[in-house]
C-alpha cells in the first residue's frame, strides 16, 4: 500500500480539462475539487458545487450593522444626552440614517472580508493551502482523493486520456506547508 | 450551451384580446376626461391628472429610447435579444410628446396648471397680483420659452428615438456592423444631451407647478423616477410576450439582469429622494419646508404609500436572487413599482395645482387606465411591425447564450 493522498491532473488547457471532468465523472471517480488560475462558465454546475451562502451572511452582517448604529445613536441622542437640536425630536430619524446606511455597508463589508477569510484559510501569517502552485499560473489541475478512489492507474489512464500534460500524485495535500 | 433554434424572423402579432382590452382601456379614459370636463369645477383636476399621465407616458417612453443608448454606450451583450422592446417604447414618444404638449399648452392657454407662474399682473409691479419672487423667475418662466423648452428637449428625444430604432431596422436588412458603429456615435451625443436636459425637463414639466419653492435634486429625483419605471415596464412587457408564446429565447438570465436594474434603481429613487427631503427636514427653513409641509398636512397617507411602494416593496422581494429570476415575482414587483411611481407623480403633481381638494375617483383611474391602453396600443403596435429579435446584431449570440 503506498501512501499517495492525491491525485492530480495538470491540463494546460480548460478545455480538456472540462472533457477530464467529464471522463472522470463517466466512470464515477469523485473529483475532490478543482483549481484553475481563472473563472471558468459553466464549471460550478459541472462540479455540482453548491451555491454559495456569502449573500445571506451580507444581509445578516449589514442588518448587524444598522441595528448596532440606531441602539448607539438612541443611547447617545436620547437616553445619555439629549440635546435640543432645531426643536426636533431627540430620536429624528431623518437625520440619522446616512450614518446608519454607512454603518451597515461597514459592517458587511468587513463581515464579508472576514467570511472570506474564514472559509478560505487565509488569515495572516498562516501557509495558503495550495495543491498545485501551477494552479495559480497556468496550469488547470482536477484533484482525486486516491484514498477514496483506489483505482490509480485507471485514473491515470482517464487524465492523460482527456489530455493531462501531467499526472502527479502527491503523498501530502497541500505542498505549500513547507 | 447547446444549439439553439429559435424562430429568428417571429413576429408579434397585434390581435385578440391585448388589442380589445387596450382599446377599451382608452375609451374608459375618454369616458373619464368626458367627465373630468363635464362639470366647472373639475377642470384643475382633470387637467392635473392629464398633465401627471402624460408625463409620465413621455418619461417611460423616453427612458425607453435612454435604455437603447445606455446599452449600446456600455456595448452591452445581454440585451442584444430583447432591444426591440425598448425600441418600440421609443417609436412611441412622437405620441407622447403631442399630447404632453397639448395638455401643457391647453392648461397654460386656460389658466389650469402652472397658474402660479402664469396668471395676469404676477410680474407687473403696479398690479395688486404682483410677485416679487415670480417676477425675478420670469426670465425663465414665461411662456414662449417655457413651450419652446419643451418643444426643442422632446423634440430632440422623438428624433434620437426615431434615429436609433430606424438604425436597427437597418441592420436587419444590411447586415454589417455600420448600423452599429453609428447606433453607438449617435448613443454617446444624446446620453449628453439627454443627461443635462432631463432635469430641466423635470423643472419645467413638475416642479414649476409650485414656482416659489425650488430644489437642485429635483431632476434626478424624476430622473431617477422615471428610468426605474420604465426598467419596470420592460420587465412587463417581457414576461407577457414571454408568457403568450413569444421570445421564448429570454431565459432566467435576462430576467435577472433587469430585476437587478429595479431593484438598484428603486434604492438610487430612494437615495435621490432621501437626500432632497433630509436636506430640507435638517435645515428646516421656511421657504423650503413648506414643500412638505404641504404633503404632511394633506397628503400624509400618500407620503407614505410612496415610500412603502417604491422602497420597501423593491428591496424586500427583489433581494434575493432567486426571486429576481422567478418570472411572477418579477412581475409582480415590476406592477407595484409602476403603481409606486403613479403614487409618486401624484403627490408630485397634485398639491401644486389642487392642492387640499384632491381626490382619489372615477378621475384618476379612469385617466390612468386610458393612458396604460394607449401606451398598450402604440408600443404593441409599433413591436408588430418588426421581427421580435435584431437577428444582425453583432453581440445576439452573447445574449442567447446569456447566463449568470
Not at chain 1, 441622542?77 to 437640536?85: E, H, K, Q
Request: with cysteine.
Amino acid at each position: 500500500m503506498n501512501n499517495i493522498k492525491y491525485i492530480l491532473g495538470s491540463f494546460g488547457d480548460p478545455d480538456e480539462m472540462m472533457h477530464g471532468i467529464e471522463k472522470l465523472q463517466e466512470n464515477n471517480i469523485k473529483i475532490h475539487d478543482v483549481y484553475t488560475p481563472m473563472p471558468i462558465h459553466g464549471i460550478e454546475a459541472k462540479l455540482g458545487v453548491k451555491r454559495s451562502r456569502l449573500d445571506i451572511a451580507a444581509f445578516f452582517f449589514g442588518i448587524t450593522g444598522t441595528c448596532t448604529m440606531l441602539s448607539f445613536v438612541f443611547y447617545a441622542a436620547v437616553l445619555d444626552w439629549p440635546v435640543n437640536i432645531g426643536g426636533k425630536p431627540h430620536f429624528a430619524l431623518p437625520d440619522f440614517i446616512p450614518i446608519t446606511f454607512e454603518l451597515t455597508i461597514l459592517f458587511c463589508a468587513f463581515g464579508l472580508v472576514g467570511s472570506y477569510y474564514a472559509s478560505t484559510h487565509l488569515f495572516p501569517g498562516r501557509a495558503p493551502r495550495v495543491m498545485d502552485l501551477r494552479a495559480t499560473d497556468d496550469r488547470f489541475i482536477i484533484a482525486v482523493d486516491a484514498k477514496q478512489n483506489t483505482e490509480h492507474n485507471k485514473i491515470d489512464d482517464l487524465l492523460k486520456e482527456a489530455g493531462a500534460l501531467e499526472v502527479k500524485h502527491n503523498e501530502r495535500k497541500y505542498i505549500s506547508y513547507e | 450551451m447547446g444549439t439553439h433554434n429559435y424562430n429568428l424572423t417571429e413576429q408579434f402579432e397585434f390581435t385578440g384580446k391585448a388589442k380589445t382590452l387596450s382599446i377599451i382601456a382608452i375609451v374608459v379614459g375618454i369616458a373619464a376626461i368626458g367627465y373630468g370636463f363635464s362639470a366647472e369645477s373639475l377642470h384643475e383636476r382633470t387637467f392635473a391628472n392629464l398633465l401627471l399621465m402624460a408625463y409620465y407616458f413621455a418619461c417611460v417612453c423616453m427612458s425607453g429610447a435612454f435604455f437603447l443608448a445606455v446599452q449600446f454606450v456600455a456595448q452591452a451583450g445581454w440585451s442584444a435579444s430583447i432591444l426591440r422592446v425598448p425600441q418600440a417604447m421609443a417609436k412611441a414618444l412622437p405620441v407622447a410628446v403631442i399630447i404632453l404638449i397639448v395638455v401643457m399648452g391647453l392648461g397654460l392657454y386656460t389658466h389650469n396648471l402652472y397658474h402660479h407662474w402664469h396668471a395676469d399682473g404676477l410680474t407687473d409691479p403696479s398690479s395688486p397680483n404682483y410677485d416679487k419672487l415670480i417676477d425675478g423667475k420670469s426670465a425663465f418662466l414665461n411662456v414662449p420659452f417655457f413651450m419652446g423648452r419643451q418643444v426643442i428637449f422632446l423634440g430632440i428625444y422623438s428624433i434620437f428615438a426615431l434615429l436609433l430604432a430606424k438604425l436597427s431596422n437597418n441592420e436587419d436588412l444590411e447586415g454589417g456592423l455600420n448600423s452599429y458603429r453609428k447606433s453607438f456615435k449617435y448613443s454617446c451625443i444624446f446620453l449628453v444631451i439627454y443627461g443635462f436636459t432631463t432635469p430641466i425637463f423635470a423643472f419645467d414639466t413638475v416642479m414649476s407647478l409650485e414656482a416659489h419653492w425650488f430644489s437642485t435634486m429635483f431632476g434626478w429625483y424624476n430622473f431617477a423616477a422615471m428610468w426605474v419605471s420604465s426598467l419596470a415596464t420592460i420587465a412587463i412587457i417581457l414576461i407577457l410576450l414571454k408568457k403568450a408564446g413569444y421570445m421564448q429565447w429570454v431565459n432566467k438570465s435576462h430576467l435577472h439582469n433587469l430585476g437587478q436594474f429595479i431593484f438598484g434603481f428603486s434604492i438610487f429613487w430612494t437615495y435621490v429622494w432621501f437626500a432632497q427631503f433630509l436636506l430640507i427636514y435638517y435645515a428646516n427653513m421656511p421657504e423650503e419646508t413648506v414643500y412638505f409641509y404641504k404633503r404632511f398636512e394633506h397628503y400624509e397617507f400618500w407620503f407614505y404609500l410612496n415610500l412603502i411602494l417604491n422602497f420597501l416593496a423593491p428591496v424586500l422581494l427583489l433581494m434575493d436572487r432567486d426571486n429576481k429570476r422567478q418570472e411572477n415575482i418579477l412581475l409582480t414587483v415590476s406592477i407595484i413599482v409602476l403603481c409606486g411611481h403613479w403614487v409618486d407623480y401624484y403627490q408630485m403633481i397634485m398639491p401644486g395645482t389642487v392642492e387640499e381638494h384632491h381626490a382619489f375617483g372615477f378621475i384618476e383611474v379612469g385617466i390612468a387606465v386610458g393612458f396604460v391602453g394607449l401606451f398598450t396600443f402604440t408600443v404593441l403596435n409599433g413591436l408588430s411591425k418588426k421581427p421580435l429579435i435584431a437577428k444582425n446584431h453583432p453581440f445576439l449570440q452573447e445574449s442567447l447564450n446569456h447566463h449568470l
